[in-house]
């Protein structure tokens, strides 16, 4: 009778005892790719949100719902699909929305590629995502408060489950001040700071999840800000178990300790929708709700070899041909194919030939351009829409500049130190390699961003790589004959993320004030750099890209051999 009486007392706290395990998976930085084809070079894509949709149903049947989906940002921008919503044919819902919206994603926060794409596009799509926009940093100067909201929390079984979004402050070093006008992107190790401790007072959660679109570090830092900062909120703002992070297309799945010695997870699912990061977390949940326990682990999942969601294509069958129709469209002709990989050995037709377009359009004296696609190629033969997606990747403007020749030189330095090694043996590498990053997709194989290798045309010069930093470059004329003369000005024709302090190449290379680089722009296009790209060779009907041969390495003795090597190290033979 006692031992019943025992039971019997027993049974409600056993009765309210439980096991709940949650899902929270990510994506980040989707870039357009929706659809399980590319519309620019028209092949079948790996990956794609076409295959996160199976998985996603599958974990949310295997799980009773108990799944938490998230993404991180940069999802305005990349495949034509995304340019063509965006400012195209604006008069629908964004195809960016619709998707997020279809899957029933739970959060959501900004990236920078989203915010380039303006004011009227970025705060159309914030209308049209049906879950909560997140970025606790991005605030309003007119208010002070907010300009989305800061973070939101999702219940599964009664577990509270807390997001706080953040993103990058550096966008006003790429940006023009007219597409972010009206708003202030703060510190983030601040802002989380503050919010930790907010969400913790106000919501009590049992889990709180950070959504960063941030990179794990090495990032460019400034006085003002740090690009990359993920990995220093997770181990220096205790409160996080999970950290869901993004921007700089690396993957990573690893666990740090805080301040507080406890384990912070921290997932970074590279970019293109080919994997999702996946925080699993099992909770024993005792009387009253009070979490008993707690266990967080994560991995990366590849979504390469699922099948396609079949119901999902279907869904988005129309708009697919709608954008099939838009980028199928000739726009001209070229008589030899080009490679972007060539831009990095010296000149290419590739390269060379946005620089002749840029000074076309311009009539700047000179041009800076950087090898904007890693790897990408046009064939001969009839050139269409897509095409323009491989010549030009992002949606930069077009300025025109006043340096002084001194500037322009410095800012080559700095683009050259970046690029190629200084060689002391005809055997060492011409390229600035770290080939421990080939995962990395800004990087790829190169020590720094490969997007930051700026060359010119308009004058001649060589890259004596056997030079130290900062004596590389030497300007032996201007391309029409007449002298370069350091002291004197000249108009440069360059891309908006290089013309706002994007590399740092026109700051810390040519040691112009970042608040003066406003003040030097003379001349701005309206529209991004590809429309223009575009309408020029419409223009032309048929071209015949070459190399400009306006620059060199030397001394070609050590250089032509070296860079044979290198070439086929990074691209294969």
Not at 14 to 28: G, H, Q, R
Not at 252 to 268: S, W
Request: with cysteine; charged share 25%.
């Amino acid at each position: 009778m006692a031992f019943a009486a025992l039971i019997t007392t027993m049974t409600p706290t056993i009765a309210k005892e439980k096991t709940v395990t949650l899902k929270i998976i990510e994506t980040s930085d989707v870039h357009g790719h929706f659809f399980p084809s590319d519309f620019i070079t028209r092949r079948p894509l790996r990956g794609t949100m076409a295959r996160v949709a199976t998985y996603v149903a599958k974990q949310r049947k295997d799980l009773h719902g108990n799944v938490i989906l998230l993404d991180n940002g940069d999802i305005l921008q990349g495949q034509p699909t995304c340019y063509y919503y965006n400012f195209i044919n604006t008069g629908l819902t964004n195809i960016a929305a619709d998707v997020i919206n279809y899957l029933g994603y739970d959060a959501q926060t900004v990236g920078n590629h989203d915010i380039e794409t303006g004011h009227e596009v970025y705060d159309k799509w914030i209308k049209e995502v049906k879950c909560p926009v997140l970025g606790a940093n991005i605030i309003d100067t007119k208010t002070g408060q907010c300009y989305v909201k800061p973070y939101t929390v999702v219940t599964r079984e009664g577990v509270k489950v807390a997001v706080l979004g953040l993103l990058t402050p550096a966008i006003p070093n790429w940006l023009r001040e007219e597409i972010w006008s009206g708003l202030r992107f703060d510190e983030m190790v601040k802002s989380a700071r503050y919010w930790v401790d907010y969400i913790q007072k106000k919501e009590h959660p049992d889990v709180l999840v950070g959504l960063f679109h941030s990179g794990k570090s090495g990032g460019i830092v400034t006085d003002e800000y740090e690009e990359d900062a993920s990995m220093r909120i997770a181990e220096e703002v205790p409160g996080f178990d999970i950290v869901m992070f993004g921007h700089d297309h690396t993957k990573h799945d690893g666990v740090v300790k805080n301040t507080l010695g406890q384990d912070v997870v921290c997932l970074d699912p590279s970019s293109n929708a080919l994997l999702v990061a996946e925080a699993t977390v099992e909770l024993k949940i005792g009387k009253r709700g009070k979490v008993l326990s707690k266990k967080v682990s994560g991995q990366l999942v590849s979504m390469e070899d699922l099948d396609i969601d079949e119901q999902y294509t279907a869904h988005f069958q129309s708009a697919v041909d709608s954008v099939t129709a838009f980028v199928n469209r000739k726009i001209g002709e070229f008589e030899n194919a080009i490679y972007s990989r060539d831009s990095y050995f010296g000149n290419s037709a590739f390269n060379d030939f946005i620089q002749q377009l840029q000074l076309r359009i311009t009539g700047a004296d000179i041009s800076f351009c950087a090898p904007v696609s890693f790897n990408a190629t046009i064939n001969a033969g009839p050139v269409y829409v897509s095409d323009m997606f491989n010549l030009y990747r992002y949606e930069n403007q077009l300025y025109v500049m006043r340096l002084t020749g001194e500037e322009i030189r410095k800012h080559l330095e700095m683009s050259y130190d970046l690029w190629v090694n200084t060689m002391k043996t005809p055997d060492d590498h011409i390229m600035l390699l770290d080939q421990s990053g080939t995962d990395d997709k800004q990087r790829f194989m190169f020590k720094n961003l490969a997007f930051n290798f700026d060359s010119a045309m308009g004058i001649d010069y060589e890259v004596d790589v056997t030079k130290p930093d900062g004596e590389k470059v030497h300007i032996l004329r201007m391309s029409n004959g007449e002298p370069f003369d350091e002291s004197k000005w000249y108009k440069v024709a360059i891309n908006s993320y290089r013309g706002n302090g994007g590399g740092e190449l026109l700051t810390k290379g040519a040691g112009i004030p970042k608040d003066e680089l406003k003040s030097r722009i003379i001349y701005q296009t309206e529209r991004d750099l590809r429309h223009y790209l575009m309408l020029e060779i419409e223009e032309a009907g048929k071209l015949n890209p070459q190399p400009a041969n306006n620059w060199r390495f030397v001394p070609t003795e050590w250089t032509v051999p070296a860079i044979a090597r290198d070439k086929a190290l990074i691209f294969g033979k």
